[in-house]
């Protein structure tokens, strides 16, 4: 689709002369574009999709939420266009550096050990209860059992309406059963912690921050260290040793719970997958779950 990037820019930076308008990452979800000044500012102007655009206000709660915790981490929010006869769009500062899902040969001890000193800060804005955040906590429950319990019932129901392994879903169920979650406190989680958000500077391996929190949540905190595992950090044993002594201390069940978890997040991503029509990662997600139940070799 085609955006008036020049003209959303002139809203809301009026007399600010564009040097180049370049697009960035964005997804289904929205479009992404880098906007620099021929001064040398540079902005980040998020343009939404019409069926999508009640993520914006999501997006300014949750980098509100942030900032007081974590300061120039996250991106500020400089303007903020709801739809009307365009799309809906949101003008945020940028945040200076590569995802660290585009370096090769990093000093990953270093900027994971950052990494985990940056989710424990987030980690310590609570939250009121459990559940998918907007400007609010939806449908919100009390207990992080309850809360897994309905999230594991609708992607394990995905699954298996998506046509996903009969074998693999009764494991999974009887995983589930057999493994109940901790009682925790709900904290505010990004959910979505992995190297494609983390912001590097290349030349000194220093995290300059976290962007995208299209999917954050209110949850059990060891849901987002879980969900880091999973989509970057995999058997990575320096990675992990980084982001755990950033972190600090943790409960001693962490690695039930994160296993848990983990789980949890490799069903979303091939619930998540099928849907979109993204077929080719399928059998190896299904394979993940597998080796997470400890069944090395059911095929999806």
């Given amino acids: 689709m085609d955006h008036d990037v020049?003209?959303?820019?002139?809203?809301?930076?009026?007399?600010w002369e564009i040097a180049t308008v370049l697009p960035r990452s964005g997804g289904q979800l929205s479009s992404v574009f880098e906007v620099r000044s021929t001064?040398?500012?540079?902005?980040?102007?998020?343009?939404?999709?019409?069926?999508?655009?009640?993520k914006q206000a999501k997006e300014v709660y949750v980098y509100g939420l942030l900032a007081p915790r974590v300061g120039e981490l996250v991106p500020?929010?400089?303007?903020?266009?709801p739809a009307g006869e365009r799309f809906a769009f949101t003008v945020?500062?940028?945040?200076?550096?590569?995802p660290l899902s585009e370096l090769s040969g990093?000093?990953?001890?270093?900027?994971?050990?950052?990494?985990?000193?940056?989710?424990?800060?987030?980690?310590?804005?609570?939250?009121?209860?459990?559940?998918?955040?907007?400007?609010?906590?939806?449908?919100?429950?009390?207990?992080?059992?309850q809360y897994m319990a309905r999230q594991f019932?609708?992607?394990?129901?995905?699954?298996?309406?998506?046509?996903?392994?009969?074998?693999?879903?009764q494991?999974?169920?009887?995983?589930?059963?057999?493994?109940?979650?901790?009682a925790t406190e709900p904290v505010l989680c990004h959910n979505d912690?992995?190297?494609?958000?983390?912001?590097?500077?290349?030349?000194?391996?220093?995290?300059?921050?976290?962007?995208?929190?299209?999917?954050a949540i209110a949850a059990d905190p060891l849901l987002d260290l879980a969900k880091a595992q999973y989509y970057s950090i995999k058997d990575d044993q320096a990675k992990l040793d980084g982001l755990l002594k950033g972190y600090g201390e943790l409960p001693a069940d962490w690695e039930e719970r994160t296993t848990t978890y983990r789980l949890f997040h490799a069903l979303e991503l091939w619930d998540w997958f099928t849907v979109i029509g993204l077929t080719h990662p399928l059998d190896s997600i299904a394979h993940d779950i597998a080796e997470i139940l400890g069944t090395r070799g059911v095929a999806g």
Avoid: C
């Fill in 106 to 145: 990093a000093d990953y001890g270093t900027v994971y050990e950052q990494a985990g000193e940056l989710l424990e800060r987030i980690h310590r804005i609570a939250q009121p209860a459990y559940g998918y955040l907007t400007d609010r906590v939806l449908e919100p429950l009390p207990t992080n059992e």
């Fill in 153 to 169: 019932a609708k992607k394990l129901q995905e699954f298996g309406e998506l046509g996903g392994d009969v074998e693999l879903h």
């Fill in 6 to 15: 020049a003209g959303m820019i002139g809203t809301a930076l009026p007399g």
């Fill in 171 to 182: 494991r999974m169920t009887a995983y589930v059963e057999e493994h109940p979650v901790a």
């Fill in 39 to 54: 001064g040398g500012a540079a902005v980040v102007v998020k343009v939404y999709e019409p069926e999508w655009a009640w």
């Fill in 193 to 215: 912690f992995h190297e494609g958000n983390l912001l590097v500077d290349p030349e000194t391996w220093r995290l300059n921050g976290i962007v995208d929190v299209e999917n």
């Fill in 76 to 81: 500020s929010v400089v303007h903020v266009e």
């Fill in 92 to 98: 945020l500062s940028k945040v200076d550096g590569v």
